[in-house]
């Protein structure tokens, strides 16, 4: 079994690939080529642990509950006026399938929580428009250092 940060990461890019209209989906990559679009880019997370516990003499193997924020976009390249609308379409089936996937409710466990922060978008004008939305969500799990796998 992965690590658990592995495991939410895997379980967003599944849900990723269930979006209506994305193409491709990908992780690990910066850029998204025009001919693979449209799709969506699952990327590690930034984490930050709970050092709440920690001045208390609390062992370092101790569990501890960290906050996680994948870096998750979106990229669209349209020769349409509905780019916007079609980025709000994808935006609203990830949105869905992340706050009610039964799967990454369990990952995160009973001590965890996924709470959608908001998005930010960007538009680019060439030959057509490109256009990009970034999903922010937040992801807390409970890591446990004795269950760490490798």
């Known amino acids: 079994m992965a690590d658990k940060r592995e495991q939410i990461l895997a379980r967003l890019a599944q ?12 992780r690990g990559v910066d850029t998204v080529s025009e001919t693979s679009m449209p799709a969506m880019v699952v990327n590690g997370a ?3 642990a709970d050092q709440s516990g ?6 370092a193997n101790s569990p501890t509950r960290v906050e996680m924020m994948p870096d998750i976009w979106v990229f669209r390249a349209e020769k349409s006026a509905n780019l916007e609308t079609l980025l709000n379409e994808s935006l609203a089936h990830f ?3 992340v ?9 995160l466990g009973t001590n965890g929580k996924i709470e959608y922060i908001g998005c930010k978008t960007g538009f680019k004008r060439g030959r057509q428009m490109d ?10 799990y409970v890591l446990d250092p004795t269950l760490i796998l490798i």
């Open 54 to 59: 920690y001045d208390r003499g609390r062992p």
């Open 15 to 26: 849900l990723a690939v269930q979006v209506k209209d994305i193409k491709t989906t990908l």
């Open 99 to 107: 706050l009610n996937d039964a799967t990454l409710i369990d990952i």
């Open 131 to 140: 256009g990009t939305l970034r999903v922010d969500i937040r992801l807390v």
């Open 95 to 97: 949105r869905k399938a």
């Open 46 to 48: 930034d984490e930050e």
